[in-house]
């Protein structure tokens, strides 16, 4: 069994800009190290809840751990350029096919491009269209999960510009029907594919719209 990691590190970023302070000094004789944290939950790796992005949509605690971790398939989009328009084709050529019901794991390899902590991580990424999240839709997956900013309009919100919400058509699409969003995915480039067992649970913080979360993959099951 081989466990692969596939989470950002959680620290210093241009985007999110968390505040991490520690408290306590075990070389000073104090009794505990004590680390805070205060950050966006829609910052690194996370799942998104429909609450993010429909009223009074379901919060993160309300996400069933059995749509986020299970058997998962991958699809292998290393070869998409930057900034390239993702259509149905590319999704159906390559999908490897399976049940309803997966995850589904859009693996551009895009960390191994960009810089997830650079600007260019975001506004030269590829994305995908309606279409492409439609036939994302039709599959019947049970989550869908990314490792490239994968709606056009995240680039834009850099600069502060806001889009209408049909824009936004993975969330429009996908979340609006129920199908968890598991975002900024990493290190899919160490998958062997093109299947996997994904791990995805969020922390379950009470009516929250989103959660972070420790995204890994359990391959070679035995």
């Not at 000094?25 to 205060?38: E, N």
């Not at 191994?112 to 650079?118: I, N, T, V």
């Not at 900013?149 to 936004?168: K, M, S």
């Not at 994904?198 to 890994?216: E, M, S, T, Y």
């Amino acid at each position: 069994m081989t466990i692969v990691d596939l989470s950002m590190t959680v620290g210093p970023h241009f985007r999110w800009s968390p505040e991490i302070s520690v408290t306590g000094d075990k070389s000073a004789g104090d009794q505990f190290r004590v680390t805070r944290l205060s950050t966006t939950c829609h910052g690194f790796s996370h799942v998104d809840a429909q609450a993010h992005f429909i009223e009074n949509g379901p919060t993160i605690e309300a996400t069933p751990l059995d749509r986020v971790v299970g058997p998962c398939r991958i699809f292998d989009l290393s070869a998409v350029a930057p900034d390239e328009e993702i259509g149905p084709e590319t999704l159906a050529a390559a999908d490897p096919g399976g049940a309803e019901g997966e995850i589904l794991l859009l693996a551009a390899q895009w960390d191994l491009k960009r810089d997830s902590g650079c600007r260019e991580f975001w506004t030269e990424s590829p994305w995908l269209n309606r279409a492409a999240a439609e036939y994302l839709l039709a599959q019947k997956p049970s989550a869908v999960a990314v490792d490239f900013p994968q709606d056009y309009p995240i680039r834009l919100l850099l600069d502060g510009i806001a889009v209408p919400d049909a824009e936004h058509v993975t969330h429009d699409v996908l979340l609006r029907a129920g199908v968890t969003l598991i975002e900024y995915v990493v290190n899919t480039a160490a998958l062997k594919g093109p299947r996997t067992f994904l791990c995805a649970a969020p922390l379950k913080i009470g009516n929250a719209d989103g959660a972070p979360a420790r995204i890994f993959a359990i391959e070679d099951m035995a």
